[in-house]
């Protein structure tokens, strides 16, 4: 299957979930809500930086992301193993912006982390 990445960075102007992959394979669920300075600045910046860095872990397979009007954002990122997934929570960098995110852009976040044992896509008139 292909390596899909749904992100809703301006570099993707139509929003493409991440396709169904063949499980087993891990799903990051990060579900957040920013403070009013996590809006603007250096967060944009460091969000960008932190896609191109989970792009070269091996073993990512993509992320999806969502925000609600009322501030929720959700964004799941896709791994084939625990290996990768771990790899991308230990990358130094990646530690540096979780700090950062604490002590200035997130009022309250959770994280959950989950083996995918099922999975299937559809779309409208592929059948």
């Known amino acids: 299957m292909s390596h899909q990445d749904a992100s809703t960075s301006t570099s993707s102007p139509s929003p493409v979930p991440v396709g169904a992959y063949d499980p087993p394979y891990y799903a990051v669920v990060f579900t957040s809500v920013k403070t009013t300075d996590g809006e603007f600045g250096e967060y944009g910046a460091t969000n960008e930086r932190m896609e191109e860095l989970v792009r070269e872990i091996p073993g990512y397979l ?23 997934v771990e790899e991308w929570r230990s990358n130094a960098e990646h530690l540096a912006a979780q700090k950062r ?27």
């Open 62 to 84: 993509g992320m999806d992301h969502a925000g609600s009007p009322g501030g929720l954002s959700v964004t799941v990122g896709y791994f084939r193993d625990a290996d990768a």
């Open 101 to 127: 995110g604490r002590a200035e852009w997130y009022q309250r976040y959770t994280l959950h982390v989950a083996k995918v044992e099922r999975s299937h896509s559809f779309e409208h008139g592929h059948g």
